[in-house]
Structure formats: C-alpha cells, structure tokens
C-alpha cells in the first residue's frame, strides 16, 4: 500500500489513522456490506463487533471488551455500572473535553472540578478520601498514573490510544473500567465509535445489558429479560463501524512509532529559548505533540501568528478548561427545573479557584507531531517549528 504522503500528496492533510483509510485495506467492510447485516446480533456468522472486541481484549489484556457508538456513551455506561445514586458526586479533572462533565450530568451525577498538576493531568493530592467514583483523562496522549484509594476510577483513554503506564499495563486497564474514542481527530478512526473495556465482570454485564435496551442477548434471536432486568438504551455499535476500526488498528503499531520518531527529532531541532520551554512527555506516552510552555501570553501569540503564515500544525488546549465552560460555569441544563444541577445543595462542585492553572493553559503551545511523514520529511517540519520560534 502506498503511504500516507504518497496517498494525500500534502503535508499533514488529516490526523493520524485518517491518512490510512484505504479502500484495498477493507476487507472487513467489504465482508459485512456483502453479508448485507450491519447489526452485530444478526450477522450470519461471528460479527465484526465481537472480532473487535477479543481483539481489544487480546491488546489491552483485559476480560472484557464491549464496543459503542462512541466514547461518551463509554463514560456513561462505566458510570451506570458502578451503581450510583442520583446525585452522587464524581470528580473530574479541571483540564479535559466537556464531553466528561456531560457524560456526568446525563447520568442524574453531580462533577466535581479537581485542579491539575503541572502537567494538566489530575492531580490525585486532591482527591478527597472518601470519594468513591473518579474519572481520569489521558489527556492528548499525556498518562495520568493511577492511585488506589478510590472504588471506581474511569480511564478516559479517548486521547491516548497505545499509551501505556509505568508498570507497563496500557492505559484503560488500569481502573473500574476504560474507554477509547474513535472520532475523527484521534489516533485511530472510525468517524465516530466507542470502546470500553474491564477486569471486572460485573462492569461488563452492568455495561453489555445497559447498552441494549437492559436485554440478555443470544446471538441471532430477539432479545429477552431476566425478572430483575432494569431498563437500558441502544447504544450497540454497527457492524459498517466496528469493520472500520479493524482496518485501523492494523496501523495503530505504524502510527505510534511514527509519533515516537516524529518527537524525537522536534525534541532535537526545536531548541528551547529563554522565553519558552518543553514540558517532556514521559515513555509511555502517545506523543501527538511537543508542549511549549511560553513565560507570556503575547509570546505565545507571535508564535501562533508566525506557525499560521508558515501553515504548520499547532493548538491549545484552552478550549478544556471547563471551569469556564458554560456547562459547567452556569450549570446550564436541558430540564426546566435544572436537573441535576438542582441537588448539588451543600456541594462545592469548584473547590478553588485553578488561577494557576488557566495562567499555564494561556501560556502553552502544541506543536503537532506528524506519524506518517518519513524521517526526511519529519525533520523538515521540525527545522520549519525551529525556525518560527527562533525569529523572534
């Protein structure tokens, strides 16, 4: 198969696995299109959903895999399958994607901002010692270590496909339960989709009958109900998705040592200066991007005017900072009486006031990695980041 430059004929077109979407390499869509069955439960033979999910069980090494529609609906499902009374409390990091806090709220739950270390992840210093239900984000590929002490810790993994922890476990597995995101801009791709995975058994059955519809589910037959079946929704993932993801994790291997070899060499020729610096990833990070940390706001904006004339690929993270989302900052609701938002009652759902922390974000700067540029062509983007920061 032709590369990814080869194919676009640009640089930098589309993020990561979108450059490998190649019709010849789609011999599971094919096969569920020709089977003319795109429901994972009425598929002629194994669907491409279950081949999805031992496959995610054979990577992440864990018991259980279930695949969504997205990963939101991942957030909601591992949150349903703790059990929670409505109004429990569950803590979020300050520095992540309001999908977290939405995903809280649409389960009757109240989040509870938490600052963020240094390096925008949470901070589990912080973390109260009787609390119960935590959601961590790996966020832009950056691993958040986990700390025993609390019952139910979400890895939000949407951002960090391939990542791993210290002690060598990929990231997902570590808590209650994980869950990956396959929209468009993250490392793999299916458009949209969702994956959840578990170590514990009574997440995968809470979580596998709560996605579709409460049922028990017999491959080919219509579903049915045990006695005490509580309700559900349908959030069962298609088999045109599930086929795509597959044709995408033949790549995740190429991809991530793409980004490793593509940080790297940013490392070595975007040299740090006495009014920036680079916040280091650690190994087991999916390096998307090399942090630069400005000392001002105005520096970092002649930066950015600089990269938008040169046409290279940046970002903020300014956008994660939910303090000052409306979401949370107004406690906006669909539900005329507020729901939940009306039990917060006694509840400090902002316990300070992270002025540190929106100083940092208003200060940095992601320089995006580029996986599947050659090394010529990586280090030619590099010297092109090189050069815009060392103009002024």
């Given at each position: 198969?032709?590369?990814?430059?080869?194919?676009?004929?640009?640089?930098?077109?589309?993020?990561?696995?979108?450059?490998?979407?190649?019709?010849?390499?789609?011999?599971?869509?094919?096969?569920?299109?020709?089977?003319?069955?795109?429901?994972r439960y009425q598929t002629p033979e194994?669907?491409?959903?279950?081949?999805?999910?031992?496959?995610?069980?054979?990577?992440?090494?864990?018991?259980?895999?279930?695949?969504?529609?997205?990963?939101?609906?991942?957030?909601?499902?591992?949150?349903?399958?703790?059990?929670?009374?409505?109004?429990?409390?569950?803590?979020?990091?300050?520095?992540?994607?309001?999908?977290?806090?939405?995903?809280?709220?649409?389960?009757?739950?109240?989040?509870?901002?938490?600052?963020?270390?240094?390096?925008?992840?949470?901070?589990?210093?912080?973390?109260?010692?009787?609390?119960?239900?935590?959601?961590?984000?790996?966020m832009e590929g950056a691993v958040n270590?986990?700390?025993?002490?609390?019952?139910?810790?979400?890895?939000?993994?949407?951002?960090?496909?391939?990542?791993?922890?210290?002690?060598?476990?990929?990231?997902?597995?570590?808590?209650?339960?994980?869950?990956?995101?396959f929209h468009h801009n993250k490392v793999?791709?299916?458009?949209?989709?969702?994956?959840?995975?578990?170590?514990?058994?009574?997440?995968?059955?809470?979580?596998?009958?709560?996605?579709?519809?409460?049922?028990?589910?017999?491959?080919?037959?219509?579903?049915?109900?045990?006695?005490?079946?509580?309700?559900?929704?349908?959030?069962?993932?298609?088999?045109?998705?599930?086929?795509?993801?597959?044709?995408?994790?033949?790549?995740?291997?190429?991809?991530?040592?793409?980004?490793?070899?593509?940080?790297?060499?940013?490392?070595?020729?975007?040299?740090?200066?006495?009014?920036?610096?680079?916040?280091?990833?650690?190994?087991?990070?999916?390096?998307?991007?090399?942090?630069?940390?400005?000392?001002?706001?105005?520096?970092?904006?002649?930066?950015?005017?600089?990269?938008?004339?040169?046409?290279?690929?940046?970002?903020?993270?300014?956008?994660?900072?939910?303090?000052?989302?409306?979401?949370?900052?107004?406690?906006?609701?669909?539900?005329?009486?507020?729901?939940?938002?009306?039990?917060?009652?006694?509840?400090?759902?902002?316990?300070?006031?992270?002025?540190?922390?929106?100083?940092?974000?208003?200060?940095?700067?992601?320089?995006?990695?580029?996986?599947?540029?050659?090394?010529?062509?990586?280090?030619?983007?590099?010297?092109?980041?090189?050069?815009?920061?060392?103009?002024?």
């Amino acid at each position: 198969m032709a590369d990814a430059r080869q194919k676009t004929g640009r640089l930098r077109p589309l993020p990561y696995g979108a450059n490998y979407l190649d019709w010849h390499d789609m011999h599971e869509l094919r096969a569920a299109i020709e089977s003319r069955v795109l429901f994972r439960y009425q598929t002629p033979e194994m669907s491409q959903a279950s081949k999805l999910e031992d496959l995610a069980k054979g990577l992440f090494g864990v018991r259980h895999a279930l695949a969504l529609q997205n990963c939101t609906q991942g957030l909601r499902v591992a949150l349903v399958a703790t059990q929670p009374s409505v109004g429990d409390v569950v803590y979020v990091p300050a520095v992540t994607f309001v999908a977290v806090v939405g995903a809280v709220l649409s389960c009757g739950l109240i989040p509870v901002l938490l600052d963020v270390d240094d390096h925008f992840r949470f901070d589990f210093s912080r973390l109260p010692a009787d609390a119960e239900r935590a959601i961590v984000a790996h966020m832009e590929g950056a691993v958040n270590p986990i700390r025993a002490g609390c019952k139910y810790v979400i890895e939000d993994a949407a951002q960090a496909l391939g990542a791993h922890h210290q002690d060598g476990r990929m990231v997902g597995a570590c808590g209650y339960a994980g869950v990956f995101s396959f929209h468009h801009n993250k490392v793999l791709t299916s458009g949209e989709g969702g994956l959840l995975i578990t170590n514990s058994d009574r997440c995968y059955e809470l979580s596998r009958a709560y996605h579709d519809h409460g049922a028990t589910r017999v491959h080919g037959a219509y579903p049915t109900w045990k006695a005490e079946t509580f309700f559900g929704e349908n959030l069962v993932a298609s088999e045109a998705t599930a086929a795509i993801q597959l044709q995408q994790f033949r790549w995740l291997d190429d991809i991530l040592a793409g980004l490793e070899r593509g940080y790297a060499v940013m490392r070595e020729l975007v040299p740090e200066r006495g009014f920036f610096s680079v916040i280091d990833r650690g190994p087991g990070d999916v390096k998307v991007s090399l942090r630069v940390l400005f000392e001002s706001t105005e520096h970092r904006q002649r930066a950015m005017d600089g990269l938008r004339q040169r046409q290279l690929p940046h970002w903020t993270l300014d956008k994660y900072f939910l303090p000052d989302h409306p979401v949370f900052r107004d406690r906006q609701s669909i539900y005329s009486d507020g729901f939940p938002w009306n039990l917060v009652g006694s509840i400090d759902t902002a316990p300070c006031d992270y002025s540190d922390t929106r100083d940092r974000l208003s200060r940095l700067l992601c320089l995006s990695v580029s996986p599947e540029l050659t090394l010529d062509e990586q280090a030619a983007e590099a010297e092109a980041f090189g050069t815009v920061l060392k103009s002024f």
